[in-house]
């Protein structure tokens, strides 16, 4: 009970506005193909069917870093199900999204009740463990590497890429600019899901980001 206050102190930094820095511009495919093996591949890095995740999570913003916080996250189709804890047990923010419904917040401790909070928890969570909507397209990186890139009707644009340790990357772009990027390290095969055993996700822009997570356990619910 005693961290709480430095916990909470800390998250404040994380949600007030911190200074710009340049972004990442959405690069180009070197060559685009209609290729449905690489479609199934990058579909591949999203757990299929009921999930629960545990992971110690740090979040850092350019101000410093604060003490871990576990998050369980909760998989279920178009259902998604959070909560952030404290190593005491003491829970800081849980909330339920089903699909395009509004965010149900059960439990909100200042300033996990901050306006948008809940909002932008839930776009991670998807942006990490749900397969990108839109239209999708298939080609290499500059690099050579396959990458599947999803365009939504609103502009955005996701590029799914596998990595050469067999893990993969995410990066998320808005009017062409890097806005989330998403790297998962150590993947095993499980069930239906290739499961990273550490995540980095970063935002970027004034209100920048990093939460660094390291996976303590992943269930396969029946």
């Given amino acids: 009970m005693k961290n709480v206050p430095v916990i909470l102190l800390v998250l404040l930094f994380f949600l007030s506005g911190c200074a710009a820095e340049k972004r990442m511009q959405l690069p180009g495919l070197i060559r685009t193909i209609d290729d449905g093996q690489q479609k199934i591949a990058c579909a591949d890095i999203f757990p299929q069917?009921?999930?629960?995740?545990?992971?110690?999570?740090?979040?850092?913003?350019?101000?410093?870093a604060g003490p871990p916080v576990i998050g369980v996250t909760?998989?279920?189709?178009?259902t998604i199900g959070c909560a952030l804890v404290t190593v005491e047990g003491l829970t800081l923010f849980e909330a339920?999204?089903?699909?395009?419904e509004s965010v149900e917040?059960?439990?909100a401790i200042p300033p996990f009740d901050k306006p948008g909070f809940?909002?932008?928890?839930?776009?991670?969570?998807?942006?990490i463990f749900q397969p990108p909507s839109g239209t999708v397209l298939t080609g290499q990186s500059a690099d050579a590497a396959p990458v599947c890139r999803y365009k939504d009707v609103r502009g955005g644009v996701v590029d799914v890429e596998r990595t050469?340790?067999?893990?993969w990357q995410i990066n998320g772009y808005s009017a062409e600019l890097l806005q989330r990027s998403i790297i998962g390290r150590?993947?095993?095969k499980k069930g239906s899901g290739n499961i990273p055993e550490y995540l980095e996700l970063k935002t970027y822009g004034r209100n920048g980001y990093t939460l660094k997570m390291t996976l303590i356990r992943a269930d396969n619910v029946p």
């Fill in 49 to 64: 069917g009921k999930w629960q995740f545990v992971h110690s999570i740090e979040f850092t913003m350019k101000d410093g």
């Fill in 118 to 127: 809940a909002r932008g928890l839930i776009g991670d969570i998807r942006a």
């Fill in 186 to 188: 150590s993947c095993r």
């Fill in 74 to 78: 909760t998989i279920d189709g178009s």
């Fill in 105 to 107: 917040i059960r439990r």
């Fill in 96 to 100: 339920v999204y089903r699909g395009k």
């Fill in 164 to 167: 050469a340790d067999d893990c």
